[in-house]
C-alpha cells in the first residue's frame, strides 16, 4: 500500500489550511480550490472520496470535537431555534429543494429530486461559526449556527435514508417515514444517554493521562457504531456523548485535560483540512458523468439548485424567528431585543460541506438492475452547491457582519464577569488553604506557605489588572507585562538546562522533566487571565 500519497495529502491540506489564517479568505474555501486545481495537475495522485470511510470515521470524530466545545447550558437554553433550523429547516429544505430541482430538470424523478434535496439540506456551519467567533457575534447567535451543526447532519442523513429508500421503490408513505426517523432520532439519544455515564465513569477510572486520552480517541466511534448497530442515528449519540463529556470535564484529571485539548485539536485540524481539499478533489469524478448533458444546460441546473438552497434557507428562517415570538408571550419575554439582522445573518450562514458530498458519494449506481436516474447529475449540483456557497457566502459573510454593524461581545463586561468569579473562587481557595495550613498534619515552612497564598492572590488580581492601566511605554497592561516576563524568566531557565545537559551535567532524561515542569509553569502563566484575551 502506497502511503505517500495520503501523507501527501494531509500535509498539503494542512499548508493550506495554515496559510488561509493569514489571508481575509476562509480555509475550507482555500482548500477546495486548492484541490480543484490540483485535480488537473499532472501526476496527482487520483483521489477518491470514499462514503463508507467519510461517514463512520471522519464524522463521528469532527462533530465529537465541536459538541466537546460547545455549550450544554447555552443550547439547552436556545432548544427551540436549534430545533427549528437542525429538524424543522432540514426536513423543509428537503421538500423544497427537492421539488423545485424536480421542476427544473426535466426528467428528474420527484424521488431523485428528494434524494438531492436531503443530500443538500444540511449546512456546514464550521466556517460560519468560526467567523462569527473571529467577529465577535453575539453569543446567542454562534450558539445557535453551532447547535445547528451538530443536529443537522442526523437530520439530513436520516432523511436521506427515507428519500432513498422511496426512490428505489419502497412504498413506505409518510406514516412509515415518520416512524423511520423517529427511530434513528429517539434511538440515538437513548443510546447517547446510555452510553455517556458508563464511559464518564471509566474516564474518571483511569489514572493515566495516556488510557484517558487512547478513550477519549476512541469515544466517537464507539457511540457512532453502537447507534447505528440498532439502527438509531450514530451522529446524535455521538453529540449527546460529547455534551456530557465536556460538561463534566472537570471531574477529569488536569493532565488529561490538557493533553485531550491538544489532541481534539490536531485531530479537528488535519481532518476538517484533509476533507475540504478532497472535495475539489471530486471534480474530474464528477464532471466525468455529465456527458448526457449540455455544460450550458448543466450549469443553468446548477445555478438554479443554489438559488433554491439561498432562497428557501431565508423562507424558513424568517418565521422561524418571527412567528413564535408572534405567538407566544412567554418567547417575547425571554428573547426580547431580536432585529431583523439577526435571521438575516442566521440565513446567509448556510454554507455546505463535506457531508453533502460524503451523503451524495453513497448514492447507489443501480437499483434492481438499472441505473440510478440522474445520478451523476445529482452528485454534479450537490459539487457545485457545496463550492457556490462556499464562495458566495463565504466570502460576503464577514463584509456583510460589519456591514449590519451587530452588537458584537462587551469585552469589558465579560472581563468583569469573569474577575468576580475569579474573586469568589479565590476567596474560597484561601478560606480552604487556611484551614489546611491550621492542621499539624500539613505543616509546612512558612516561605512555602506563602508562595501559596502569593499564587492565589496572583490568580485573583490578573483578571483585574486586564482592567486596569495600560504601560504607556509598551501598550501593555500590567497582566501581559507579567506574562511577558514569566515567559522571559523560564526561557532563562530552559537555556540552563540545555547547557547542563550538554555538559553532561544531567541526563536527556532528567533534562526532560525539567523541562516539562518549566512547560507546566509557563502554560499556566500564559492561560492566566487569557480566557477572554
Known sequence: MDVLPLVGLVAASAAIAGAARRTPVPAPLLLVAAGLAAAYVPGVPDYTLDPHIVLPLVLPPLLHTAALDSSYLD??????????????????ATLAVGYLAH????????????????????????????????????????????????????????AYKVALAAALGASIGWAGSLAEFALAAIGGIAAGLVL???????????RAPLLQNTLSLLIPFVAYAAAERVHASGVLAVVVVALYLGHRSWQVDFATRLQEEAVWKVVAFLLESSVFALIGLQLPHVV?????????????????????????????????????????????????????????????????GVVSLA?????????????????????????????GTLVVQGLTLPPLIRALKLPGRDATAE????????????????????????????????????????????????????LGAVN????????????????????????????????????????RTLLRRLDLEEAAAYREGTSSG
Open 75 to 92: 443550547l439547552r437554553a436556545n432548544v427551540r431555534p436549534v430545533a427549528l433550523l437542525s429538524v424543522g429547516y432540514v426536513l423543509f
Open 103 to 158: 421542476l427544473m430538470v426535466p426528467d428528474l424523478p420527484l424521488t431523485a429530486a428528494l434524494v438531492l434535496g436531503a443530500v443538500i439540506a444540511p449546512p456546514d456551519a464550521v466556517a460560519a461559526t468560526a467567523v462569527a467567533r473571529r467577529l465577535g457575534l453575539p453569543g446567542r447567535i454562534t450558539t445557535i449556527l453551532q447547535g445547528e451543526s451538530l443536529v443537522n447532519d442526523a437530520t439530513a442523513i436520516t
Open 196 to 206: 455517556m455515564v458508563p464511559i464518564h465513569w471509566l474516564r474518571r477510572c483511569l
Open 288 to 352: 466525468r458523468g455529465l456527458d448526457p448533458y449540455g455544460a450550458g444546460e448543466a450549469v443553468w441546473y446548477a445555478l438554479g439548485v443554489f438559488a433554491a438552497v439561498v432562497v428557501v434557507r431565508f423562507v424558513w428562517v424568517f418565521p422561524a424567528t418571527y412567528l413564535p415570538r408572534w405567538l407566544s408571550r412567554r418567547v417575547r419575554e425571554r428573547e426580547p431585543g431580536v432585529t431583523w439582522t439577526s435571521p438575516v445573518i442566521v440565513g446567509w450562514a448556510g454554507m455546505r
Open 359 to 387: 451523503i451524495a458519494f453513497s448514492i447507489p449506481v443501480a437499483m434492481d438492475g438499472e441505473p440510478f436516474p440522474a445520478r451523476d447529475l445529482v452528485l454534479f449540483l450537490t459539487f457545485t452547491t457545496v463550492i
Open 415 to 466: 472581563t468583569l464577569a469573569e474577575a468576580q468569579a475569579q474573586s469568589e473562587a479565590s476567596r474560597a481557595a484561601e478560606r480552604r488553604l487556611e484551614e489546611l495550613l491550621a492542621d499539624e498534619r500539613n505543616a509546612l515552612p512558612q516561605p512555602l506557605a506563602d508562595r501559596l497564598r502569593t499564587v492565589l492572590e496572583r490568580r485573583r488580581n490578573a483578571v483585574w489588572e486586564r
Open 472 to 511: 504607556a511605554l509598551t501598550g501593555e497592561s500590567a497582566d501581559d507585562t507579567y506574562r511577558r516576563l514569566a515567559r522571559e524568566v523560564i526561557d532563562a531557565e530552559r537555556e540552563v538546562f540545555v547547557r547542563l545537559r550538554d555538559a553532561r551535567r544531567i541526563d536527556d532524561e532528567m533534562m
